[in-house]
């Protein structure tokens, strides 16, 4: 059914449905789509090879629903070898999304002889967001389709299966610095004991690949000898939490879903801030403190790339979730470990080497974007 939207209409058309048993069939599916009052409204119905369109119209009664403008039709279709594949979602998200990046994305499915099957716009502001379901026989090369497409045309993508379980508990799982935070934390300690531009050539070290994580967590940590544990609060109140971050555990607290830090910074800092976001799953690192002042040294194993992932494993059978129902989200080399064993991997801002790892990349500066790789819409995140 097609037409102008009316009151009724969907009453209408399934008492129409019902009448299908008397040539044997059986209703299949529905959907429906109304756009600025513009009414689609379909209704899939399994009958046996030998009823004509025309005995099925009657049965429906299907005449009596054209008027006002809506026009019923009845069309014989056959499956489709690739409507027996199974069904990925691709979600899409940029600050605007445009008809020619659409275009492009569509063409990329059709290419791999892939369909879709279903489109929701889940959110228009801040940014846009369209997921799709797309059923195609090889996900392998669907994937990978998009994915170029994806990247050459500027949008951050998600491809993941679907299914009931993306509305199943899960827990989600972020590092703190850039992600989670706006700032490093070790950058601000560094500040307060006047070490900053030693610690800065320590971590350009790191990233050039001359020392490993572990050997310049120490090195940077040992330029803070001596520093008064106070500072460890002044350095609380002055962390930034990323654009959308509160939203974000709001959102997932009222869905039922469990947050959770794993991180490279120091339990002394975050451990409060978290309470007071309700997050009561943490894992980082933590500072020797001997008579009030920090002795440049760790107390306890140091949570690196290896152990941000083993921290995402005990969180999740602490919860209870399957690590299909997990999420992670990071920036750095760090968190590649802990995206790759995660359910769904998400690269957040982050630099290629960690992009290539994840199954999908955000790169816009709101931490809740991440909602919609959930397929929770901009409507449901700002439910109350």
């Known amino acids: 059914m097609s037409g102008p939207d009316r009151v009724g209409v969907g009453s209408e058309l399934f008492a129409a449905l019902a009448e299908v048993t008397r040539v044997g069939g059986q209703l299949s599916d529905v959907a429906q789509i109304t756009i600025r009052g513009a009414l689609v409204l379909c209704g899939e119905v399994c009958v046996d090879e030998n009823v004509s369109e025309d005995d099925l ?9 054209n008027r006002d403008g809506v026009v019923a039709t009845v069309e014989r279709v056959t499956p489709d070898p690739v409507q027996v594949g199974g069904r990925l979602l691709v979600t899409l998200l940029a600050t605007r999304i445009s008809a020619d990046q659409l275009a492009a994305v569509f063409a990329a499915i059709a290419s791999v002889g892939a369909t879709c099957e279903r ?5 228009s502001y801040p940014v846009d967001c369209y997921e799709l379901v797309v059923r195609g026989l090889d996900h392998a090369t669907l994937r990978e389709a998009v994915a170029a497409v994806a990247q050459e045309r500027g949008l951050d993508l998600a491809v993941q299966r679907a299914g009931l379980h993306r509305r199943a508990k899960h827990l989600v799982v972020m590092d703190a610095d850039s992600t989670l935070l706006q700032d490093e934390v070790i950058d601000l300690l560094a500040q307060e004991a006047h070490c900053a531009d030693e610690v ?25 000898e001596g520093l008064d544990a106070s500072v460890l609060d002044r350095v609380r109140e002055r962390l930034r ?3 959308g971050a509160r939203t974000l555990l709001r959102t997932l ?13 120091f339990v002394e800092v975050l451990a409060p801030l978290l309470a007071e976001l309700h997050v009561d799953y943490l894992e980082a690192n933590r500072l020797e403190i001997v008579q ?12 690196d790339r290896a152990g941000k992932a083993r921290a995402l494993e005990r969180f999740a059978s602490e919860v209870g979730v399957p690590l299909a129902q997990t999420v992670a989200v990071g920036d750095g080399a760090n968190d590649i470990d802990m995206i790759s ?31 919609y790789f959930l397929g929770i819409s901009r409507e449901e ?4």
């Open 253 to 265: 607290h009222r869905l039922g879903y469990v947050p959770a830090v794993v991180s490279g910074g």
């Open 200 to 224: 800065a050539r320590i971590t350009e070290r790191a990233m050039a690949g001359e020392l490993d994580f572990a050997e310049s967590l120490r090195g940077r940590v040992a330029l803070l």
């Open 341 to 371: 064993v995660a359910g769904l991997g998400i690269a957040f801002n982050a630099k290629p080497v960690v992009r290539e790892h994840a199954d999908a990349a955000l790169s816009v500066p709101y931490l809740d974007a991440v909602l």
């Open 57 to 65: 119209y009657a049965a429906l009664g299907a005449r009596d629903i």
């Open 119 to 123: 489109i929701v716009h889940l959110a």
């Open 292 to 303: 009030g002042r920090l002795t440049g040294r760790l107390a306890g194993p140091i949570v």
């Open 241 to 243: 939490l990323t654009p």
């Open 381 to 384: 995140i700002e439910t109350q």
